[in-house]
């Protein structure tokens, strides 16, 4: 009796066990496939902003949004610049533009450079980061470096420049013009000013109207 109740206690202790070895099994399947469907939905998303194999232009002005929200102020900014101008809109960040001397499949920079060879008009965005234009922005200026200068696919475009930003220092508003300058002199396009704060918005506007009506 006493031999019976001894392997009665050892069956249910091992039935213990197993069963807090089957329920950590689970938990840790279920931890897992929750881990797997999270990296699942980070790669969709990635993959939906990366697949951008090419850019239709349905006007001939073209705002190049180069910030990081591309419902952000700067997105803002240039909805209220253009107005009812019709115009399309590229948001940088949905194409791979590497860096200047990389080289990669993958790499979009040719469809950006095809939209604004379509365009008459072009707009650039950026928001200030760190008293700077934004990264994005300096990539593709850097990138347009492989460009012949003058080019003759950006000959004669008209050039506006849009910077957003939380009271930039008075450098900062001095240099990211003046880079523009310098980008549209080299490729032969036609700077025709740059808005750097709510103030200045429509008196660059008014020159936009002026050459569209």
């Not at 399309?88 to 860096?99: P, R, S």
């Not at 001397?101 to 650039?124: C, H, L, S, T, W």
């Amino acid at each position: 009796m006493k031999v019976n109740k001894q392997l009665g206690k050892r069956f249910y202790q091992r039935l213990l066990v197993l069963s807090l070895g089957a329920i950590m099994l689970v938990a840790t399947g279920c931890a897992a496939t929750s881990s797997t469907n999270e990296t699942n939905r980070a790669t969709t998303v990635t993959n939906t902003i990366n697949q951008q194999d090419k850019f239709e232009m349905k006007t001939k002005s073209l705002f190049i949004n180069t910030s990081r929200d591309p419902q952000g102020n700067t997105a803002k900014m240039g909805d209220t610049f253009f107005g009812d101008v019709p115009h399309d809109t590229l948001f940088l960040n949905n194409y791979k533009v590497y860096q200047l001397g990389q080289e990669f499949p993958d790499d979009q920079f040719n469809i950006v450079y095809d939209a604004m060879k379509q365009a008459d008009i072009i707009v650039i965005g950026t928001p200030v980061y760190w008293h700077t234009m934004s990264g994005g922005l300096k990539t593709l200026i850097d990138r347009m470096y492989e460009l012949p200068y003058p080019d003759p696919n950006l000959e004669g475009k008209q050039l506006y420049f849009l910077m957003q930003g939380m009271n930039p220092s008075a450098e900062t508003r001095e240099q990211l013009p003046y880079t523009m300058t310098r980008v549209a002199k080299r490729y032969g396009m036609e700077y025709m000013g740059a808005a750097r704060d709510a103030i200045e918005l429509p008196i660059l506007q008014k020159t936009l109207f002026e050459q569209v009506k």
